[in-house]
Each structure stands twice: as C-alpha cells, then as structure tokens.
C-alpha cells in the first residue's frame, strides 16, 4: 500500500521543536543509505504542538548495523533487540522496523520479527502513534490515516479494535491515557470495543499495567485517567481492594485530592503523592470505623499498622511487584498526616520532630493538598511554612 505523504507546507510540525540528537541519529543512519524516521508519541506531539518528552526513531538497519555506526549505543532486550543511543544524560531508543499479524485476535506473545516501515506503522495501537515523520524531507509519511484523526482529534485503533485490544490488551488501557493526557474522543467502534472487552486486561502482566499507570502518575491528567478507569470498570478488575471502598462518599474526596494535585502548577507531579490521595481517605473511613465510633482514639502505632495493611491490600496484593521504596513513601505520607495534624485535637503537632526526615517534603506536599479542603490542615500548612522561611 502506498502511504499518503504530506510534505512541509500540509503539516504543522516545527523543527525546532526536535532535539538536534535525535536528528543527528537519524542523519548518521540515513547518509548509511538506511532508511530512518522518528515515529510513535514523538510525532504525534510534535504535530499537537506538544515537546515530546522522548524521541523514539525506527530504521531498517538491523541493531548490529546500527550499533557499528554509533560509539554509544548499547543493544538491550533478548527477545526484540533495541538499541539505545546514548548523548549524555539522554537516550535515543532505536528500533528495527517490526511486523505483527493485524488479523491474529490471539493474545501476543511473541512480538519479535523484523519487518517493512509499513508493517512497523501498521502494528501500533493508534492512528494518531502510527505517523513517521522523515525531519530531513520534512515528511509526514501515513500509513494509517492518522494526520486525519489528529486533526479531528480522534482515538482510534490501527485494524480492527477487538483484535488489537484481545492482541494485547494493555491497548486499552493506554486509549484511556491518552483520552485524558490529550483530550480526544474514542472513535465509536474503538469504544465499543473496550467497553465489550474489559475483562481481557486479566491477560496483561500486573508489571505492564503497572508501568502504564505510573508513567499517567508522571502527567498532569491523574484524575480524569482514574475517571475514565472507573467510568469503564478498570478499578474494580485492576484495583478490587481500592474499589469496594471507593464508594460514592470517598471517590469524591480522593478525585478532590487529585484535582488539586493536577493543577498545582509549580509542582511536578509525584507518584507516591498521587497514590496517597486514593488511600488517604480510605484510611480516614477506617479510623473512623475501628476506632472513633468505638469511642477510642487510635495510638500512631495503631494508625501505621492499618496503613500497612491497607497498602498490602490495595496496592501489593495486584501488584506483586509494586517497589519497596514506594511503599514505605507512601506509608510515611499518610503516617505523616497523624503526626501534623493528630486525631485527638488536644494533641499537639509533631512537626518540629518530622521536619529533619529527608522525605518530609513529601508528607508537607500532601498536607498542602489537605489543606484545599480543611481549615485545620490549612493552618497548620501555614505554620510550617512560616517556620521553614
Ligand atoms: P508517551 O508520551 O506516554 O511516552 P507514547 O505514545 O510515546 O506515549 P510509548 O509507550 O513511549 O508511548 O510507546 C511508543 C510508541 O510505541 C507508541 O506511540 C506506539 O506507536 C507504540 N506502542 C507502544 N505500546 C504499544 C502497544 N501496546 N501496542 C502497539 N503499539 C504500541
Ligand atoms: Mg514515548
């Protein structure tokens, strides 16, 4: 199939919007008589006026070519080799251009053959991810119609959305991401399609599923991705735990949380800080239940075992391999939260103790987002950060 191409004056893309190293890769492959391009969310955000935050290339060039025409490139991965080009501090991940049956509905596991630029196009989940983009004829080159749906602003798969999403059912977690990053709609068949196959997502490695929704923790769109999850029955699959108790009463306040978190502007996002809006105001409810309708005020001790607990339950349990140090985070934010502002209103605040632990900034960072919403925690707020001037 021929590809429709738009040259410069059809499409919007500025190059001084893409990092000279990546076009320095692509020149050094290209004047090797290897075809190469900058492909997948790097053009896509380029075409929506967005700096991608990374510039993935495809080439023809096998990785042992590749690696013979760079001093700093170094082949990763057994199954699908990768090579990642190395300009100081950044990466340029290069790949052979790989094919995928668009007709097989069977779960992918093997993803590992070479292919033609049209097969590497074809084989990815969206339209709008599916562009190549040649920076020295300052060339779109679309396979897949997906000039058109960027244009349109519109989520839709490559083929035949059941197939795609029963290949690999991580797809459909990733169209909610990007309904929410980029504010699109989901093409009608597309949306039928994951609405009629959520339960694939059981298939995908909890590894996977954890890695997309970290790098949405990265964003500044947390809470319309967890809307969309549990708008379409991905919290109660992925998360059970977190979803029995997210009833309507405290969905509200951890989407509050979020919210808050989304728009704090000078902020970057933190992944431990997101996570704790979800568990907070679980574990506020089940103070509340064990201890303060008994008439009892639970001792910090009590208040970290419940949190320990709760973070096994909510997070570990689906997650096996949820890091180590992101636990003890997240449990030293919440844990936090009872130190500055104790249950028993007589108490006083422990802040001067915490305010030498090296994460405290993170335990503050959260009692600013309390503060938004309670006047207690916000002049508490106050008080630290007059003392830390
Ligand atoms: P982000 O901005 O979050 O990095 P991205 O689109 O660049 O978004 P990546 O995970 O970096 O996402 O993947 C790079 C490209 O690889 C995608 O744009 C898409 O073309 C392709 N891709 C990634 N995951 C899949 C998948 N599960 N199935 C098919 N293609 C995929
Ligand atoms: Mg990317």
């Not at 070519?65 to 950044?90: M, S, Y």
């Not at 597309?190 to 790098?215: C, H, M, W, Y």
Request: hydrophobic fraction near 40%; aromatic fraction near 10%.
């Amino acid at each position: 199939m021929q590809p429709v191409i738009y040259l410069d004056e059809n499409h919007p893309i500025s190059e001084d919007r893409i990092d000279p190293d990546a076009l320095k890769v692509i020149h050094r492959l290209k004047k090797h008589d290897f075809s190469a391009y900058l492909v997948g969310g790097s053009v896509r955000d380029l075409l929506l006026g967005i700096t991608p935050k990374d510039f993935d290339i495809s080439t023809n060039a096998k990785p042992e070519e590749i690696k013979t025409l760079f001093r700093n490139c170094l082949l990763i991965g057994r199954r699908f080799r990768l090579a990642h080009i190395r300009f100081g501090p950044k990466v340029f991940e290069v790949s052979t251009f790989r094919s995928g049956d668009p007709k097989d509905d069977n779960f992918i596991v093997n993803d590992n053959e070479f292919g033609t630029e049209e097969q590497d196009a074809k084989r990815r989940d969206f339209t709008i991810n599916g562009l190549l983009y040649d920076p020295e004829e300052h060339a779109i080159i679309d396979y897949v119609h997906g000039l058109k749906d960027v244009d349109s602003k519109l989520l839709r798969t490559i083929g035949d959305p059941v197939i795609r999403f029963k290949q690999d059912p991580i797809r459909m977690i990733r169209l909610l991401k990007f309904k929410a990053r980029l504010n699109f709609d989901i093409e009608q068949e597309t949306d039928n399609a994951i609405r009629s196959n959520i339960q694939e997502i059981k298939k995908s490695s909890p590894d996977r599923v954890l890695g997309e929704v970290f790098k949405m923790l990265e964003t500044k769109a947390t809470s319309s991705f967890f809307e969309l999850l549990m708008d379409y029955g991905f919290i109660q699959i992925l998360f059970p735990h977190l979803s029995n108790f997210l009833g309507p009463d405290l969905k509200g306040t951890a989407f509050k949380f979020l919210e808050v978190a989304d728009n704090q502007e000078i902020y970057q996002p933190e992944k431990n800080i997101l996570l704790a809006c979800f568990l907070y105001p679980i574990l506020e409810k089940k103070i509340q239940i064990h201890y303060i309708e008994k008439d009892r005020i639970p001792h910090l001790g009590d208040i970290f075992d419940l949190t320990r607990d709760l973070i096994k339950d909510t997070l570990v349990l689906p997650f096996p391999r949820f890091p180590r140090w992101m636990r003890e985070t997240i449990a030293f934010i919440l844990n936090s939260q009872f130190k500055l502002t104790p249950i028993d209103p007589k108490k006083r605040s422990r802040k001067h103790k915490l305010m030498g632990h090296k994460k405290f900034s993170l335990a503050l960072r959260f009692l600013g987002l309390r503060a938004h919403l309670d006047e207690r925690c916000a002049r508490e707020y106050a008080k630290i950060k007059r003392l830390k001037k």
